[in-house]
């Protein structure tokens, strides 16, 4: 027979998937131009000249054998040791090539760290709003996930709750700033008042108590706001990086996992890491792209793009009405909906061609999630239904 749960994971399509297969379908009986498609985060914006030159570069000149062949199992060591040095010149956080290992995007990172810190039903608490696959890859490691709340206006931690989820069973709370669904980046108070808190329930409780920083989203803020790098504030700190939204190559599968040098048992650690790399069969991440990577670690995405679009979307949304999350970083909007459920909330907003997706996945009932990593010239054609759809609601 079959694993129940892994049947159950595959057959059921997630909330956005079977949206964006829902504008698929919609597109052909309607036409494109009166489909307003929010529901993926797949960046519009192209990758950076540099990355297809360097790609070009590498396939001309470079031995085939080795563009294509195996690495290391946790990765080349020259790109290693290029991804600690930037890491260091960016954060002086002092890791080394033995502190990073390669993966396929930030979802083998966040799997592979939880597969290296569970040591059998540990808690690994989350913070709402928060990217749905975190519920599937903590329980798929054998991890029970504990959700805490945020507070609202402000989309921060709900500071009393988290001392509530806190307990003995307590492995590492997963932190995911800029952050998908809102947009929200977390503030230094937050960050100093989180690791202070960390830091005096491990006492209490004797035990290291981790952090896992997903961050897809770092390189991703407008108006120079600060992301503050979480070695520097923790030391039982984990990072899960991806390359997927910073030079816009989701669909290459190429990121890292950085354990901070100052984690306690930080060799041990790093250890577990290519453990549950190999234990997961994520050895040897895509090497073109290690190479691609290692030659781009300068690069930097066309933010100014995303904050034309942030800036449309935000202004004209709150100018009509609607209640908005305002986003620094990231490329998502996170707008309350006009009615108690916003499952029905989006199925109107469909009937108007815009395909919102409601956050209840990301534990934020009531909120619908719009990815702007669209078309400028979409946004703006997608202004009027926007607008039929609040004036509905006001009629
Ligand atoms: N974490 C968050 C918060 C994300 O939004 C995503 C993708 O959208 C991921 C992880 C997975 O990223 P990747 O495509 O690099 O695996």
Do not use: W
């Not at 890791?95 to 966040?110: F, K």
């Not at 995911?176 to 929200?184: D, K, L, M, R, T």
């Not at 937050?190 to 997903?214: A, R, V």
């Not at 994520?282 to 781009?296: G, H, I, M, T």
């Amino acid at each position: 027979m079959i694993n129940k749960d892994m049947y159950t994971l595959g057959s059921k399509r997630s909330v956005i998937r079977e949206l964006f297969e829902f504008g698929k379908k919609r597109i052909q009986e309607v036409g494109a131009d009166k489909v307003y498609d929010f529901s993926l985060g797949n960046p519009n914006v192209p990758a950076p000249k540099k990355v297809n030159e360097t790609i070009t570069k590498i396939i001309r000149e470079e031995d085939s054998t080795l563009i294509h062949g195996y690495t290391s199992a946790q990765g080349d060591a020259g790109t290693r040791k290029a991804i600690a040095d930037s890491i260091n010149q960016r954060f002086n956080a002092g890791v080394t090539e033995n502190s990073i290992y390669m993966t396929c995007g930030a979802a083998a990172s966040l799997c592979i760290s939880l597969r290296a810190l569970n040591e059998g039903a540990d808690e690994f608490v989350i913070f709402a709003p928060y990217f749905p696959e975190y519920q599937v890859f903590i329980k798929s490691c054998g991890g029970v996930p504990v959700t805490v709340p945020f507070t609202e206006p402000d989309f921060q931690i709900d500071f009393d709750a988290f001392e509530k989820a806190l307990s003995p069973k307590t492995k590492a709370v997963i932190i995911n700033s800029p952050n998908n669904p809102c947009g929200v980046i977390y503030s230094e108070e937050t960050i100093k008042k989180l690791t202070s808190l960390l830091q005096k329930y491990s006492l209490k409780y004797g035990k290291q108590i981790f952090i896992i920083s997903d961050e897809p989203y770092r390189e991703l803020v407008y108006d120079n706001t600060e992301v503050p790098y979480l070695m520097n504030y923790y030391d039982n700190t984990i990072v899960c990086y991806s390359y997927s939204k910073s030079l816009s190559l989701p669909g290459e599968r190429i990121g890292y996992i950085a354990v901070s040098p100052k984690a306690e048992s930080a060799g041990d650690i790093y250890a577990a890491v290519c453990g549950a790399g190999r234990a997961l069969g994520y050895v040897c991440a895509p090497s073109l792209f290690q190479k691609v990577v290692k030659e781009c670690l300068n690069e930097k995405p066309d933010i100014d793009a995303y904050r034309q679009n942030r800036d449309l979307l935000y202004n004209s949304l709150k100018e009509m009405g609607y209640n908005c999350v305002h986003p620094d970083g990231a490329f998502y909007l996170f707008v309350k909906a006009l009615e108690n459920d916003a499952n029905k909330f989006a199925d109107r907003a469909k009937e108007y061609g815009l395909l919102l997706v409601p956050g209840d996945d990301f534990a934020a009932p009531g909120y619908v999630r719009i990815a702007y990593c669209v078309s400028y010239d979409m946004i703006k054609r997608s202004m009027p239904a926007f607008k039929e759809l609040i004036d509905s609601y006001n009629k």
